[in-house]
């Protein structure tokens, strides 16, 4: 892959490694879809994860983080990947008793430049919950970033946002879920529980 990254390539890769789902999904938004990228399946794959980091590291340069956070367990991976392509360090905030928290040490210096990376974007919860842990910690996010965003362009993130690939798969309320209504039940395989 070059390390400049069209949409239609980066969804291929996807569907080259089966990481393209599709069937009856909650997500971690807790909205059910048909539609699912399990990015862990491509980001097995250490040249392709690198290739995506370098891709995304180079769409968000020009914002000049002193590092890269991303939120537990989905962004490590590429949020690695994109700090390893700017030369700069990668932490990531884990869930405690159910928030996003630094811990393991690590931490954000006073007006550090944090870009914060995740793997899919779909509503930006968690991407706004990561951003939230770094300004407390005292950082300055200056911009966010994905490898997808099936957000329809409305992850409603307040920095300048990139993302590789865009995707556009219908969600649902659980409550007004048609795949629940058709007798389906929705699998999780996200990593929040």
């Known amino acids: 892959m070059s390390p400049s990254l069209t ?22 938004s807790g909205l059910h879809s ?7 399946l491509v980001l097995q794959y250490p040249r392709e994860a690198e290739a995506l ?11 000049n983080p002193d590092l890269v956070m991303s939120p537990a367990l989905g962004g490590i991976v590429i949020g690695q990947e994109v700090a390893r392509a700017l030369n700069v360090p990668a932490i990531f905030a ?26 899919v974007v779909t509503t930006g919860g968690s991407t706004r919950e990561t951003m939230d842990v770094a300004t407390r910690a005292g950082g300055e996010v200056v911009g966010a970033g994905s490898i ?16 590789l690939a865009q995707v556009s798969f219908p969600t649902y309320q659980p409550d007004a ?7 389906s039940t929705a699998i999780k395989p996200g990593s929040r529980t």
């Open 53 to 63: 980091g370098a891709a995304l590291g180079g769409a968000l340069r020009s914002l």
């Open 94 to 119: 884990e869930r405690q008793d159910g928030a996003l928290t630094l811990r393991r040490g690590f931490s954000i210096a006073s007006g550090a430049r944090v870009l914060v990376i995740e793997d």
């Open 34 to 40: 048909p539609g699912f990228m399990q990015s862990a």
């Open 148 to 163: 997808v965003d099936r957000s329809g362009g409305n992850q409603g993130l307040s920095v300048p946002y990139s993302a």
């Open 177 to 183: 879920c048609p795949l629940c209504a058709a007798g």
């Open 7 to 28: 949409s239609q390539q980066v969804l291929d890769l996807f569907r080259r490694v089966g990481a393209l789902l599709e069937g009856h999904f909650k997500l971690s």
